[in-house]
T-cell receptor, first 113, second 111 residues
Framework: GAGVSQTPSNKVTEKGKYVELRCDPI?????LYWYRQSLGQGPEFLIY????????DSGLPNDRFFAVRPEGSVSTLKIQRTERGDSAVYLC???????????FGNGTRLTVT | GQNIDQPTEMTATEGAIVQINCTYQ??????LFWYQQHAGEAPTFLSY????GLEEKGRFSSFLSRSKGYSYLLLKELQMKDSASYLC????????????FGAGTQVVVTP
């Protein structure tokens, strides 16, 4: 069956620009997570959705970051006024229900020049 | 907050056994996961422990001691394809959806 799909796989943008990263979770998974991973580090939690609502957004670093999941399936992570420090791999994961093992997508590698 | 420590790198020979330790300090502990991540790929789920003891799954086993804040992942009969980063992640009761990951242990399997 299809796994978690993330697009684009790579994104290069200039400092100050706006970007959107998309995640299509496994069908039937109610929980969706965004993490970001820098080289040599483990994934760092950003936000978690249960259905359409953000159940925990405590990991979003500042108000330039925002995520939505309007219909409880596909999610978009939005980053405004990108900075070079935002460069990382952004990983999306889904799970059947909260507490179940996470299934990760292959990530979007974001490079801010 | 949480503090999760695991060694940065381990090297072992094909066919051997390697044990990757993970120690954590957290309040409201509610389970520990191990994930495998090959370079440039997504992390994949290996095991989950919430009670003390050993969970065995083929060549991989994971152990947990809640009182000591300690877990290990045991990889037996190492194969070249086991060369990867192994991530320890802790779940807590204060946020059911959030996993706190360690930095990962890079295992290098040599012929």
């Amino acid at each position: 069956g299809a796994g978690v799909s993330q697009t684009p796989s790579n994104k290069v943008t200039e400092k100050g620009k706006y970007v959107e990263l998309r995640c299509d979770p496994i069908s039937g998974h109610t929980a969706l997570y965004w993490y970001r991973q820098s080289l040599g580090q483990g994934p760092e939690f950003l936000i978690y959705f249960q259905g359409t609502g953000a159940a925990d957004d405590s990991g979003l670093p500042n108000d330039r970051f925002f995520a939505v999941r309007p219909e409880g399936s596909v999610s978009t992570l939005k980053i405004q006024r990108t900075e070079r420090g935002d460069s990382a791999v952004y990983l999306c994961a889904s799970s059947y229900e909260h507490g179940s093992p996470l299934h990760f997508g292959n990530g979007t590698r974001l490079t801010v020049t | 907050g949480q503090n999760i420590d695991q060694p940065t790198e381990m090297t072992a020979t094909e066919g051997a056994i390697v044990q990757i330790n993970c120690t954590y300090q957290t309040s409201g502990f509610n389970g520990l996961f191990w994930y495998q991540q090959h370079a440039g790929e997504a992390p994949t789920f290996l095991s989950y422990n919430v009670l003390d003891g050993l969970e065995e799954k083929g060549r991989f086993s994971s152990f947990l001691s809640r009182s000591k804040g300690y877990s290990y992942l045991l990889l037996k009969e190492l194969q070249m394809k086991d060369s990867a980063s192994y991530l320890c992640a802790v779940k807590t009761t204060d946020s059911w959806g959030k996993l706190q990951f360690g930095a990962g242990t890079q295992v290098v399997v040599t012929p």
